[in-house]
């Protein structure tokens, strides 16, 4: 139902996160989608009377690039309104990528938080495609073109490169966190390289700021909103 009176818009991320649209995962469940979340964030944005934002996460991470999409679509909104984060199950790796976006972060008492990491590599499947008497044909143009083919293992370069990428992605999601936390998480080392949490730990260690549900997190959105003249704390 529209209305024309001020009020706390909710986003949900539930799933995977991917590159593009979301929707149903292949072998069943939910994934969040970048270009949802983007889409939704600028709809808030550009409606007047949404005065104030709450994220609901229960994601356990996915594509690195989709995070950091989602990740700047919501500083850009946090910069007119306030955006709180509230965790339910978990939010772990490109879910706390996502979190970290917030202005505010709550979370579930049992809720799972953290894998501040990157994990790459593939699958060879050339070895048990042979047992089950199956062939492949590659057909290759470049040095790299069987990068990430499932029929060789990385060459000593092609795994140079993807351990670069690791470490460049690594060091962005890091930048990312302390960019909103800075002033909360102590030793960013102390809190990332993969390790998860759960929701008392991570308030004790600055990764987010109050446990509680949905409930106290729209409560609190809306509590930093001057319904009348659209003014919000910082």
Do not use: H
Request: with cysteine; net charge neutral.
């Amino acid at each position: 139902v529209e209305s024309d009176k001020p009020a706390v818009a909710m986003i949900c991320a539930d799933g995977v996160i991917v590159d593009g649209e979301g929707g149903g995962g292949l072998f069943g469940g939910s994934t969040v989608g970048s270009d949802n979340i983007r889409r939704a964030m600028r709809e808030a944005d550009r409606d007047e009377n949404i005065k104030a934002v709450v994220i609901r996460i229960n994601s356990p991470g996915g594509s690195a690039l989709a995070s950091e999409a989602m990740w700047q679509a919501v500083r850009r909104v946090a910069k007119d309104k306030p955006v709180v984060i509230s965790v339910g199950d978990m939010a772990a790796s490109g879910g706390y990528y996502l979190a970290c976006s917030g202005d505010y972060i709550f979370a579930d008492s049992s809720a799972i938080v953290g894998s501040i990491g990157v994990v790459g590599g593939k699958f060879v499947t050339r070895d048990l495609y042979d047992k089950l008497g199956l062939t492949t044909e590659s057909f290759l143009r470049g040095r790299n073109a069987d990068l990430f083919s499932s029929d060789t293992p990385f060459s000593d370069r092609q795994r140079r490169m993807v351990t670069n990428w690791m470490r460049q992605t690594y060091d962005q999601f890091t930048e990312r966190v302390m960019t909103t936390r800075g002033g909360k998480i102590k030793d960013i080392d102390k809190v990332a390289r993969g390790r998860v949490f759960v929701a008392n730990q991570a308030l004790d260690l600055g990764m987010v700021d109050a446990i509680g549900g949905v409930e106290r997190a729209i409560t609190y959105a809306a509590g930093r909103v001057d319904l009348k003249s659209g003014q919000y704390e910082v």
